[in-house]
């Protein structure tokens, strides 16, 4: 029986847009290389070091306060100037906002499941969501990696765990947990692993290909039974049909077996992190392989339409793409192999604060491999947003995740043994 492929466009009318990890610790080379045809780069792309942005200067967030192998920030949206800081051993600590003055606020306990997450690898706790009603409901997400009892015949040794929590006064309660969704996976690599309500108040989910490409050719990202290498958008307030969530209305496949109709997006290869812009416009950063000519890209996401991967590596051609496929193009590229060392884009979020005057509405995101942070402009053309402007902003090493605040100023995780946090501010 051939596998079953989603569409080449979405089965409903609509033609709106919406909206890896330790991040590539273990890259590998892909089967794919061998087959790749590199193409000259498009605009909306660089392959030299990008000019440094002045002005601008990188901070420590907690001056003096280390965590253990900081993954991911986040807040409630509550007004109460609370974070949230996911580590990746599988820990929650709550901090109150520090601006620079009086004593540095000191982290606390919020919620341990160390003894459920799997992490090593790219696993362990990968982030963490409020509900949009938080502050009355008290309802927050983990998503995590954890081993699978059940491997079955397929050797799917571990899965992708979203889970639901209740938060008490000052901690969350650990017997509250609710299991969400679950999806099984052969590896500990890839897992994206990102949850994050989006401006609908549905909850999206970022999966990665799993790194299974290179184990079989199913093509997982493009496989429509499959919930690896797609982007889900489910309402977790709600249970239908013996699931833990239910699949909202808008869904481009909520009835077309055998297409799994918590699908929003498919065709990823490890979008990390997920963001939204003023319009509703959701983007992410994707790392590519391994390899001197290796792209780390930036996509807007369009619903129900195909990114690329694993046909696409950036603009970067692997296989050659069937007709019809009508791949969604990539806002912005870089290739800095050609520049000397590795790379492994790791995606942010559109600035938002006031603090950096000169960062107002651009996107800012990061390479792992290079420890290096950087800001991207946007501009409209046609019927998509391009890249331009690219420029470094400064430097984390272990550069692994990125965050924010209400206020809309970003975070950075350092999450090798250093296990800082940063901010930006000015000069």
Not at 66 to 71: K, T, Y
Not at 279 to 299: D, I, L, N, Q, Y
């Amino acid at each position: 029986m051939p596998t079953p492929m989603l569409p080449a466009t979405p089965l409903l009318s609509r033609s709106s847009t919406s909206g890896a990890l330790r991040t590539r610790l273990t890259l590998g080379c892909l089967w794919l290389a061998a087959l790749a045809l590199v193409i000259a780069l498009p605009a909306g792309a660089a392959d030299a070091a990008p000019p440094q942005m002045g002005g601008l200067q990188v901070i420590e967030a907690w001056p003096d306060v280390e965590f253990s192998e900081p993954i991911h920030v986040t807040h409630a949206k509550d007004g109460s100037d609370w974070l949230y800081v996911c580590e990746q051993p599988g820990r929650v600590k709550r901090i109150k906002k520090y601006r620079g003055v009086g004593a540095v606020p000191q982290p606390s306990l919020f919620l341990d499941i160390t003894k459920k997450t799997y992490a090593r690898s790219q696993g362990g706790l990968l982030s963490m969501a409020c509900h949009p009603k938080f502050k009355s409901n008290r309802l927050f997400y983990v998503c995590y990696l954890a081993q699978n009892p059940n491997p079955g015949g397929e050797g799917k040794k571990f899965k992708i765990v979203v889970a639901e929590y209740r938060a008490g006064t000052n901690r969350a309660d650990a017997n509250s947990a609710r299991t969400v969704i679950e999806i099984p996976k052969k590896t500990a690599q890839h897992q994206a692993g990102h949850v994050a309500f989006g401006p609908d108040g549905m909850l999206y989910i970022s999966v990665g290909d799993g790194n299974e490409t290179k184990n079989d050719k199913e093509m997982v990202a493009q496989n429509a039974r499959m919930l690896l290498g797609k982007i889900l958008r489910i309402d977790p307030s709600r249970r239908e049909g013996g699931r833990g969530y239910a699949i909202p209305q808008g869904n481009p496949w909520p009835n077309s077996a055998p297409v799994r109709p918590e699908i929003w997006a498919f065709g990823f290869r490890n979008p990390w992190r997920m963001c939204w812009d003023a319009a509703g416009k959701m983007f992410v950063t994707e790392p590519g392989s391994s390899g001197p000519e290796s792209r780390e890209w930036v996509t807007q996401v369009h619903y129900g339409r195909n990114h690329g991967w694993p046909y696409l590596e950036g603009n970067r051609r692997l296989l050659t793409v069937p007709a019809g496929k009508n791949i969604v193009p990539r806002t912005f590229e870089y290739v800095r192999g050609s520049s000397g060392g590795a790379t492994a884009g790791v995606g942010g979020y559109i600035y938002r604060g006031d603090r950096c005057k000169n960062l107002k509405g651009r996107y800012i995101l990061g390479d792992y491999m290079r420890g290096e942070i950087y800001a991207l402009k946007m501009r409209s053309s046609a019927d998509r947003v391009v890249g331009n402007g690219f420029a470094k902003v400064g430097d984390v090493p272990d550069l692994a995740s990125f965050g924010e605040d209400e206020q809309g100023e970003v975070y950075i995780c350092s999450n090798g043994d250093l296990g800082v946090i940063f901010t930006l501010a000015p000069k």
